[in-house]
């Protein structure tokens, strides 16, 4: 496949519509109490029961921020009573365990994410602690087959802290960085000197992470094309393996946090417009890949590599190349994938807490996929991965006539196809280096669940 991109300013502007960011289809909103921790389970005997059953991908989510940044849309709890966290820990290692007794101990977990909220809020024993309750309930594969990554907040670590996070196993890292402009940092309540960051990427390499990742975002308050034009040069002078460029979307309604934000003082839409053209520039211009949604790396970075070669899989983390795993959510909010199913956790922490207090796995919501589902899932992560659909492909695999099945889709895709949005021929359909980004658009023809592409105020918009 093509990994080219382009920006055109008209079709981003005439399909900046809300949507999914397709991390899983159906997306969460479409969750469901109908199901629970007893159909969880049957889904895990059956996952344990496969001819080769699916290695595991656990992710662990530690909600604690010592502060609050104003932009975020994060599950967290900002507080200075670490005897919270404390507590938090105790429930997850019973959750752990408890989650750890339903999966078989052949099945080997070849990839863990610590996200948050600030996983580093924690101190390095009681980190250390967490891992050793994860070994001591799962498998672990070997050291050189395993992918573990952590989130880290580069103002609660030291080059000592990182180096304990690698003598832990972590072999991959994610620095929030955001912008180094001190007017925009002071904005959204994020003051973190450039320098630390600077210097945490190379300790970051020095000390042996596989893969250093950057978080930025476009579109916050007082941000200016040539503010972030410069965050951008800082940053790509550290030459990170993957960057994540998100645009802000700023969602008052559905966010608490962001009402702290001045309104007025957020980029115009033309401006953001600019920031994002301005962002493909250098990021191409510097030599990355765009992977897809706001997600950049080198060539020679795994992602890359996982996209040209066509296995690479979109998860609740963004882009992953371990599409084999099962996916094992532990901690409040957190989700499962196991086999055909999706599972949340209780999304707020006194109700997952009850939930393991009595003894039960806390299990809130989640939907089991049927045919059709799987189907639709299967063309939507297609298109986010990989930009293409081949029908006999899709065909022979699900047993279908996809030109039959999806008429109505293909009709409608016609429309973005004559926008220049995709080639489309009778064997199937590629974006375009344009199209690619504007991916969710194609992808929302697929979705059954929205009816109309102009209404859906619980997404953000492209810009
Ligand atoms: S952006 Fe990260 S560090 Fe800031 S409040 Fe949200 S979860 Fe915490």
Redesign the pocket.
């Known amino acids: 496949m093509s990994q080219q991109v382009q920006f055109n300013p008209e079709l981003v502007q005439r399909y900046d519509v809300a949507g999914p960011r397709y991390t899983s289809y159906p997306t969460a909103v479409q969750f469901h109490e109908g199901f629970d921790a007893e159909l969880y389970r049957r889904f895990v005997r059956e996952s344990n029961s496969e001819l080769i059953p699916s290695p595991l991908s656990l992710y662990v989510h530690l909600p604690f921020?010592h502060?609050?940044?104003y932009?975020?849309g994060?599950n967290?709890k900002?507080t200075q009573h670490i005897e919270q966290g404390v507590a938090y820990l105790q429930f997850l290692s019973q959750e752990i365990r408890m989650r750890g007794e339903l999966f078989d101990h052949d099945r080997q977990v070849t990839q863990l994410h610590f996200g948050?909220?600030?996983p580093t809020y924690f101190d390095d024993i009681q980190l250390e602690q967490l891992m050793a309750n994860l070994e001591h309930a799962f498998t672990f594969a070997p050291a050189r087959d395993r992918e573990f990554s952590i989130e880290v907040?580069p103002r609660t670590v030291d080059r000592e802290r990182l180096s304990r996070l690698v003598d832990l196993g972590f072999n991959r890292i994610s620095l929030?960085v955001q912008d180094i402009d001190p007017d925009v940092q002071k904005a959204v309540n994020?003051i973190q000197d450039p320098q630390t960051t600077l210097n945490m990427i190379s300790d970051s390499r020095a000390l042996g992470f596989k893969s250093v990742s950057i978080d930025l975002i476009y579109g916050l308050p007082l941000q200016t094309t040539a503010s972030f034009s410069k965050t951008l040069a800082v940053v790509l002078g550290a030459r990170p393996d993957r960057l994540a460029v998100y645009n802000y979307a700023h969602m008052p309604e559905v966010f608490r946090?962001q009402r702290m934000i001045n309104a007025a003082d957020i980029p115009t839409p033309q401006t953001k417009l600019e920031l994002m053209a301005l962002t493909i520039e250098k990021l191409t211009g510097a030599g990355y890949v765009y992977i897809g949604m706001d997600h950049f790396a080198l060539p020679e970075d795994e992602l890359s590599r996982a996209q040209r070669e066509g296995h690479l899989h979109r998860n609740f983390q963004g882009y992953s190349t371990h599409s084999e795993c099962d996916l094992v959510g532990l901690g409040v909010s957190a989700i499962d994938k196991v086999g055909d199913c999706f599972a949340q956790n209780y999304k707020k922490i006194p109700q997952w807490q009850d939930a393991i207090g009595r003894g039960e796995l806390p299990v809130w919501r989640g939907p089991s996929l049927s045919q059709e589902g799987r189907l639709r899932s299967a063309v939507i992560e297609a298109i986010m991965c990989h930009s293409a659909v081949n029908f006999q492909e899709f065909s022979n695999r699900f047993h279908f006539d996809f030109n039959d099945h999806f008429a109505l889709e293909l009709h409608r895709l016609q429309l973005l196809a004559d926008d220049g949005l995709a080639d489309l021929n009778e064997d199937g359909f590629t974006l375009t280096a344009e199209g690619r980004l504007l991916m969710r658009a194609v992808a929302m023809i697929f979705d059954e669940y929205i009816q109309s592409a102009t209404d859906q105020p619980r997404y953000s918009r492209v810009i």
């Open positions: 921020c502060s609050l940044c932009y975020c994060c967290k900002v948050g909220g600030t907040d929030g994020r946090s």
